[in-house]
């Protein structure tokens, strides 16, 4: 069925809302020991705080969410540079913080709870599979598992707000926006976090109105090239972060790429970053899948399955290479969706026929025009279960014409391909770019056998759920990582399926080894 779509906010609104609530929170690394009431009596002579939670990385940590940003600054008033023997501390004054204890009593204390910033293990995952009531169900429990909760939003959030105070030491206008799956509603806990450095803002795009005879511009430097400016100061930024960003470990610079960035860890929130600059066509890919897991309940109920699927049969990975991306499998998601009848989603174009004036949108000469306004795209008529849907996708993409078609959203039906890239997918807005250019055919042709196989599996499976209690089932048929896999390879004659992954259900529950699925496609 269809969400509840009563009051959706907009794209805009949830970044603004959460960027304002970023710059009135403070990171703080904690002593094991601490006392949350003392803790949080402490922190209250600097004004009121809206909420906090704990976690664990590296070490346990403390988000505090001041109600005032007045707050902040009272608390690095309150604040000094530690001297640390026989090292030298660099000053620099941030929002991250270290609480110490004066007098670190021994008096028990109730423990700290600490919020989870982790996706399921893959045994955990599969057990929470098989007591679901429903194949719908079991693709609704994937979702809960492993979308990012509202804390782990907040610190995602706080990580960009956190290198905009250290990018701002260069250019004092900039926004660190968050991009990809942290905000298009596709990301998975554990996903990376894409940002990029967005400098419109200073001035240099939107003349202000003078009046009188003169017009001032800033006098400035320039460079051959748009990729050479970029180059520049993701450079100075690559080496800022390094020698000054508390808790950047692990930088490096990639500047040579299509889209040239810094790769760092920030170690305090668990985080790998992607930062580049003037990224927003990426920026609005991100508000369009935004709408599209916004329109309907199954759309991200169904991705989250796919992407899982993915992972687990090694489709995906999180090294780049020659296999197929997360988004470039949310992308054969909404399109599938567009082609079921009635389809569940609407096409780019429809989307952009329904724009506003207000959604005008042009960016480097692409038209990246659609409604911003999601309660003014009327539901789906289609009511087709989310287990329907998993088996055709299978099926659907298991048959594609892939040699001869391109996946197109903006119109939502195949193109003929415009070259011989072995999977084409058009980048909705720069139509001239295969956001799958880096597949390769034999990559695709594990993707088209794995599909087949998987809606064969599904098929086989009666729709009833197992009476007995812990027997897989239904999607956790589909789920194995490949190295068992392979070994069902050989026994796939002898037993039925649901033997093949009940032998392998308790191989994995005699393993101690608690690998979780992990959840970056690069
Ligand atoms: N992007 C793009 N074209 C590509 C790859 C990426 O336009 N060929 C843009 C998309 O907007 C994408 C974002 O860059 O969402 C971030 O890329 P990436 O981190 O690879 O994908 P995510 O969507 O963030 O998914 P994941 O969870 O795997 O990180
Ligand atoms: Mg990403």
């Known amino acids: ?19 304002e609530q970023a710059q009135r929170t403070v990171l703080i690394s904690c002593p094991n020991k601490i006392s949350e009431k003392k803790f949080l009596k402490y922190l209250s002579q600097h004004g009121p705080i809206n909420n906090h939670f704990f976690y664990e990385s590296y070490g346990l940590h ?29 000053p620099f004054r941030s929002r991250f913080f270290n609480v110490k204890l004066k007098n670190p009593s021994t008096s028990e204390k109730p ?15 599969l057990e929470l599979l098989c ?28 990580t960009c707000s956190l290198i905009e105070d250290i990018a701002a030491a260069y250019f004092p206008y900039c926004t660190v926006r968050p991009f990809g799956s942290s905000v298009n509603s596709f990301g998975k806990l554990g996903c990376d976090l894409d940002m990029f450095l967005d400098l419109d803002e ?19 430097k320039n460079v051959p090239s748009e990729r050479i400016a970029t180059q520049k100061i993701l450079s100075v930024l690559g080496e800022c972060l390094d020698h000054f960003g508390p808790g950047c470990v692990g930088v490096q610079k990639i500047l040579n790429a299509r889209c040239p960035l810094v790769r760092f860890s920030h170690q305090a929130s668990g985080f790998q970053c992607d ?16 709408i599209y897991g916004a329109l309907d309940s199954r759309v991200r109920a169904l991705v989250f399955s796919i992407r899982c699927w993915a992972r687990a049969r090694s489709l995906t990975s999180s090294i780049p290479g020659a296999w197929i991306t997360n988004f470039s499998l949310t992308m054969m998601v909404i399109f599938f969706l567009q082609r079921r009848s009635p389809p569940v989603l609407p096409t780019l174009d429809y989307l ?28 789906s008529g289609n009511t087709e279960t989310l287990e329907l849907l998993l088996k055709e996708f299978f099926e659907y993409f298991g048959n594609f014409a892939f040699n001869k078609n391109s996946i197109n959203i903006r119109q939502g039906r195949e193109q003929n391909k415009p070259d011989s890239s072995p999977l084409h997918i058009q980048n909705p807005f720069e139509t001239s770019l295969n956001i799958s250019k880096n597949v390769n055919q034999s990559q695709l042709e594990k993707f088209v056998e794995l599909a087949r196989e998987s809606a064969w599996v599904l098929q086989q499976e009666d729709q009833d759920r197992p009476s007995s209690s812990y027997q897989p089932w239904g ?7 490949a190295s068992n896999s392979m070994s069902l390879a050989k026994k796939k004659r002898k037993l039925p399926p649901r033997e093949r992954i009940k032998n392998l259900l308790e191989s994995i529950r005699s393993d101690n080894t608690e690998d979780s699925i992990n959840t970056s496609g690069k």
């Open 475 to 481: 999607l956790a048929l589909v789920l194995p990582s």
């Open 275 to 290: 930062l580049s600059t003037n990224n927003r066509i990426a920026l609005k890919s991100s508000e369009l899948l935004y």
């Open 352 to 379: 952009k026929t329904l724009a506003g004036t207000e959604d005008k949108c042009i960016i480097e000469g692409h038209n990246c025009t659609f409604i911003s306004d999601l309660n003014r795209i009327k539901p």
């Open 202 to 220: 200073t001035g240099r795009l939107h003349a202000q109105k003078t009046s009188g005879n003169f017009l001032m511009e800033f006098q400035v």
């Open 62 to 90: 403390a988000i505090v969410e001041f109600c005032r940003k007045e707050s902040v600054s009272s608390l690095q008033d309150a604040t000094y540079t530690p001297s640390t023997g026989k090292e030298t501390a660099i």
């Open 111 to 125: 423990p700290i709870q600490c919020s989870n910033q982790s996706p399921p293990s893959s045994r955990k995952l």
């Open 131 to 158: 007591y679901a009531e429903s194949i719908d169900d079991q693709l609704n429990t994937l979702l809960k598992a492993f979308q990012i909760t509202e804390e782990n939003a907040k610190l995602r959030h706080l």
């Open 1 to 19: 069925g269809s969400a509840d779509r009563s009051h959706q906010k907009r794209f805009s609104e949830v970044q603004k809302e959460r960027r």
